[in-house]
């Protein structure tokens, strides 16, 4: 393990920590909740994410709680049943 000294240490940006990939969700978690949230839309991954990548073009970004109804409502797709 590294060590960094007291004087050494800096705090990490936004940027900063996405390149070290320490972001709030892990890729891996990321892909497993898009998978399920794809399936729930009956939707292959190809789809969901081109899906995906247009909401957040178009819509708001603060998006967790906002993906489906911005994603699927106000942007124009239904979940289908």
């Known amino acids: ?3 960094v000294e007291p004087k050494n240490i800096r705090l ?3 940027d900063a920590l996405r390149l070290y990939g320490l972001t709030a969700i892990d890729p891996i978690e990321q892909e497993t909740l898009d998978l399920q949230e794809a399936q729930s ?3 292959d991954r190809q789809e969901y994410m081109k899906r ?3 909401s957040e073009r178009v819509c708001p ?3 967790y709680d906002l993906l489906a109804l911005l994603i699927h409502r106000k942007c124009g797709f239904e979940r289908r049943m």
């Open 41 to 43: 839309f009956h939707l």
């Open 12 to 14: 990490l940006d936004y």
């Open 61 to 63: 970004r603060d998006r």
């Open 52 to 54: 995906k990548a247009l």
């Open 1 to 3: 393990m590294l060590r």
